[in-house]
C-alpha cells in the first residue's frame, strides 16, 4: 500500500513572522524564497491576513494588495491562502454585509484562492456571510474552529461546531490552535471524531510550537486522519512560531504517511530565511518553550499585558489575583476562547474586577461582550452579569446576529475614502481604510516614498558581528582611538581594568 | 483503566549542560535545584559521566567524585544514574579489566545507582567487563543500542543487540540517539520488536532533540511499551540538547499514559535554571532545529571538525567531496555508529582520503579500527582495507576482544598518581589520572584553590542587560564623557551620525 498523502501549508510569508517577528518581514525579503516555496509541492501558502495587511501600512508603507498581486504572480502554481476574521474582516469591529462581499471579491480578483474564515467566539453566525461570499466567487470556504480548553469546550462540542461550518458549505474544516494548547489525544479525538461524523471530509489543523508538544499533536491528528497540516520552514520556525517543516517530513518518513515534498527545495528555502531572520532579531521574543499555559490557561501574551495594566497602576503585586480572576471572568462571559479581541477583554475586565471590586466598573468593550455584540459564546453568559451590563450601559442584550444590526455603509466607506490625499480610486483602497481607519490616511500620503524594510541592513548585521567577534575574544591589551576635542585630535588609549 | 505509569529520567544535570553549553555548568549552579529534583517523582537523575568529569577538573577546579558525594546527599531518595563508555570507563583508551572493576565499585560506594553502559561501536564485547561489575556491585547495569542508520543497521539488528545486552545480564536496555536520528517509526518498531521478542525487559529511550522531531519518536515509544524516557527541564532543553520535560507530561495528559511527576516541583526546578542558563550563554550554541543529518548522514559536531581540518590546510572548498567520501569511509570500517570517537575517526580519515588519494596515508586510529583495536563494528571492514592498514602499520589484525590483550595495569596507576603532587592518597584520584592523565596533574595541584565557576557573575550579567536596553532604546542624543588625556581631562560629547 503506498502511503497516504499529507497535504502541508507553508507558514513562513505570514504566521510564521507574525509570531516570531511581529508581523515586520518586508515584501523584499520573501520574493527570492518564492519560486522554490511555489515548487515544492505544498497544499498551500499562508502569505495574507490582519496582522500582515496591519503592519505593511503601519510599518512597511508597503501596499498590502500590491503584496498579494505579487505573491501571485511569483506563485503561479500555488493555492494562495489568507485568515479572515468572519464578519471582522482584519479590521476590529463588525462589517456589514455588502463590505464582507467586496473584500471577498477584491480579495479572491487579486489573487486570493483560500479563505480560512474563523471567529473569535467560535460563533457561526460571524462566519456565514464571509464563507457565502467566498462559495459565490468560486474560491476555497475554509471554516475553522478555534480551539481551547473549557468546561465547555469538549470535543463532542467541537464536533458539533464542524458540522456547523458543513451546514454552512465549508468546503473544509481548520482546526485551530493559536495557543498550543492542543494536546495529542485531544488532536487525535477531534479529527477521528469530525471523519467519523460527517465521512471524509478535508481536515486541516494549525497549531503553533509554543509549549513544545504540539508536533506530537499534529501526529496523532494524522493518524486520526488529518488531511492537511500546517508548519514553517525550520529558519522560520519553533517558540511562539509552529513546528518546522522538514522535522514534520522527517517524522513521516517510515511511516504510511508522505508529505510528498521536495527536500531540495525545502533546504533552499530555509537557507534564504536563515539568511533573513537575524535582521529582524530586535523584534523576536525570547520564549522558546513554555508550558505554563496548560495550569494557568492564560496565554502569554495577554499575561504580560495584564501585567503592565496592573503595573500602570502601582499594582503589579497583584497578579496573582488577576490570573485567579481570570477564569470566573472568562466562565461568567461564557467561556469565549482567549484570543485577540476576547483575550484583551476578559483580561482587562479582571483587572478591573481586582482592582476596584467585581464588576464593579466595567470597561465597554466586556459590557458589549456580555449583551452579545460580538456574538455568541459557546457557554450561556451569567444572567447576574448580564443584567449589571444593562445597567451600566444602558444597553439592551441582543440574541441577533451583531451584523443584522448594521446598516449599508458601502457609499459612506468610498466617500470617507474619497476625501483622503493619495486615495488611488480603486475599491482596494476603501477596504483598506474601511479596516484601518486610524493608519490608512497616512499610507495613502505617504505611499509614493515606496516601501520601506525595518530590517538591519547588511552592514549593521557586519558591524554587531564585528562587535560580537571582539567581544567573545576579549579586549587583549590597550585599544587606541583618535579623539578630536574642541579642534585638537589626540591619540587616546583604553586599557580594561 | 488506571494510564501506564512512564519513568522519566532527569537529565538537567549531566547531559542538557553538556549538550547546551560544552558541560560548563558549575556545581554551585546546581545544588539549589537539588531538593525539587528529587522530590519530583523521577525515575532517575542523570547526572555524571565523561565530559562532566573532564570539564571538572578541566574547567572548573571541581573535583567529580566529590561533585557525586553532593549529588548522593542532596537527592537522598534518587536513583542517582550515570553515563559509562563501556572499556573506556571515561576516559579515551581501553582499561584493563581491573581498572573497570576498581572504577565501578568506587562510583557505586560514592553514590551511583544506575550505570548505562555503552559502547560507540555497539560491541557487547567492550561492555561485558563494566556490565559484570555493576552486576557485582548490586546496582542497575542497564544495556546500550547506540541508534544510527546504515544498511546494516536494521530494526532486526537492533533487537539482536538488545539480546546480546540481556545475555550478558542488563537490567534493562536503553535506547541512545545521540544524533536525533531516531524517527517516529523506527522508535515504534525497535521498541516493539524489543518487547515481543524478550517479553518485559525495561526500556529506556533517549533521544536529542536537534532535528526538531524526536518527541514524536518517544510517544512513538511509548506506544509501542518503552518504560522510560529521558528529558530535560524545559529552561535546559531543546537545540542539540532534549526534549522538555513538562512538554512530555503535557503530551501524555488524557491519554493512556502518565509520568505521575509533581507538575509544581518541575515549575520550581525550571525557574532555578532559567536564572542559571543566561550565565552560561557564551557556551552555547546557535542551532535550534537542525534536519540536515537524514541526507547528509554527518552529525554537526563532525562537519565542523572536517571544515576546520580543510581549512587549516587551505582546502576549505573541498568540503563537498569530503562529505561525499565520508559514507564510503563509514562502509569500509564495517558502518560504525558517528559518535565519539568513531566520527573524529572516520571523519579524519575522509579528509585524509581526499587530500592525500584514497587511503594512500591512515591515520593511526583508523588503521587501529579497521584491524579490530577498537572492537568490532556491526558491518564486516572492507577486507582490502584491513590489508593496507596492515601493511601500513605493520599490526595485525585481532579477532579478540581488544580489553583481552591489556596487561594488569593498577599497580602502575597508582604509582603514576602517587608521583603527583596533590594526589590525596585514595583510589578515586588513583581512577582521575588514569582517565584524564593530560589534565589531572594540574587539577591535583590546583585543587585546594577550590572550585571555579565559568558562568557570568550577576553583576556582568547586569551589566550587560543595562547595555542591551540602552541598545534597543537607541542612543537618543550625544552622550557625554570626561576622557583623561595626558593628565588633563576633557569633557567630549559623541554622537551617533
Redesign the interface.
Known amino acids: 500500500m503506498s502511503p497516504r498523502k499529507i497535504g502541508v501549508t507553508e507558514l513562513a510569508l505570514r504566521d510564521a513572522h507574525q509570531s516570531l517577528m511581529a508581523t515586520r518581514m518586508a515584501m523584499e525579503d520573501m520574493v527570492e524564497a518564492c519560486e522554490d516555496i511555489d515548487k515544492a509541492g505544498y497544499w498551500s501558502v499562508e502569505c495574507w491576513g490582519g496582522a500582515t495587511f496591519d503592519a505593511c501600512i503601519r510599518f512597511l508603507n508597503e501596499d498590502p494588495w500590491e503584496r498579494l498581486r505579487t505573491f501571485r504572480k511569483l506563485m503561479p502554481n500555488s493555492r494562495l491562502q489568507m485568515l479572515l476574521r468572519g464578519q471582522n474582516l482584519l479590521g476590529y469591529r463588525h462589517y456589514e454585509d455588502m463590505v464582507v462581499d467586496e473584500f471577498v471579491e477584491k480579495s479572491a480578483e487579486n489573487g486570493m484562492d483560500v479563505f480560512r474564515v474563523f471567529d473569535a467566539l467560535n460563533d457561526p453566525r460571524n462566519m456565514a456571510q464571509a464563507m457565502a461570499a467566498v462559495k459565490k466567487v468560486g474560491k476555497h470556504a475554509q471554516g475553522t474552529i478555534c480551539y481551547t480548553m473549557s468546561p465547555v469546550h469538549t470535543v463532542e462540542g467541537f464536533i458539533k461546531s464542524a458540522g456547523r461550518l458543513l451546514d454552512m458549505g465549508a468546503e473544509s474544516i481548520a482546526l485551530k490552535d493559536m495557543a498550543a494548547l492542543l ?4 488532536a487525535y479525538d477531534i479529527v477521528k471524531g469530525i471523519k467519523d461524523t460527517y465521512g471524509d471530509v478535508q481536515i486541516n489543523v494549525h497549531c503553533h510550537s509554543t ?3 504540539t ?2 499533536s499534529l ?2 491528528a494524522i493518524e486520526a486522519g488529518a488531511d492537511v497540516v500546517d508548519t514553517a520552514i ?1 529558519s522560520m ?2 517558540g511562539p512560531g509552529h ?2 517543516t ?2 514534520l ?3 513521516l ?3 504510511d504517511y508522505t508529505t510528498g515534498l521536495d ?1 531540495d527545495r525545502l ?1 533552499s528555502i530555509r537557507d534564504h530565511f536563515a539568511k533573513v531572520r537575524p535582521k529582524y532579531s ?1 523584534f523576536e521574543s525570547a520564549t ?5 499555559i ?2 494557568s490557561q492564560i496565554p502569554g501574551g495577554m499575561l504580560s499585558n495584564m501585567e503592565g495594566q496592573l503595573k500602570a497602576q502601582g499594582a503589579g503585586d497583584r497578579i496573582r489575583e488577576v490570573m485567579e480572576e481570570v477564569p470566573r471572568v472568562k466562565a461568567d462571559a461564557g467561556h469565549p476562547p482567549l484570543v485577540t479581541p476576547s483575550s484583551q477583554i476578559v483580561g482587562t475586565q479582571a483587572v478591573f474586577n481586582v482592582l476596584m471590586g467585581r464588576y464593579k466598573v466595567m470597561t465597554g468593550e466586556f459590557a458589549d461582550l456580555m449583551l452579545g455584540y460580538y456574538g455568541k459564546c459557546l457557554g450561556d453568559p451569567n444572567p447576574e452579569v448580564v443584567e449589571m451590563a444593562r445597567k451600566q450601559t444602558k444597553k439592551d442584550p441582543i440574541t441577533v446576529r451583531p451584523g443584522d444590526l448594521l446598516k449599508p455603509e458601502w457609499d459612506e466607506l468610498v466617500s470617507q475614502a474619497e476625501g483622503l490625499e493619495g486615495y488611488n480610486g480603486t475599491e482596494e483602497d476603501v477596504l483598506t481604510n474601511a479596516m484601518f481607519p486610524g493608519v490608512a490616511p497616512k499610507f495613502f500620503k505617504e505611499r509614493p516614498e515606496g516601501p520601506k524594510n525595518v530590517g538591519k541592513t547588511a552592514e549593521q548585521l557586519n558591524t554587531e558581528k564585528v562587535a560580537a567577534n571582539a567581544k ?1 575574544k576579549g579586549i587583549q591589551g590597550p585599544a587606541k582611538y583618535n ?1 578630536t ?2 579642534g585638537r585630535s ?1 591619540s ?1 588609549s583604553v586599557e580594561p581594568v
Open positions: 494536546q495529542p489525544q485531544q509549549t513544545g508538544v508536533l506530537v501526529m496523532k525550520s520556525s519553533l513546528n518546522p522538514e522535522s517530513v522527517a517524522m518518513e517510515g511511516t527536500m533546504l530586535e522558546l518553550v513554555d508550558t505554563d496548560f495550569s567573545s579623539v576635542v574642541g589626540h587616546v
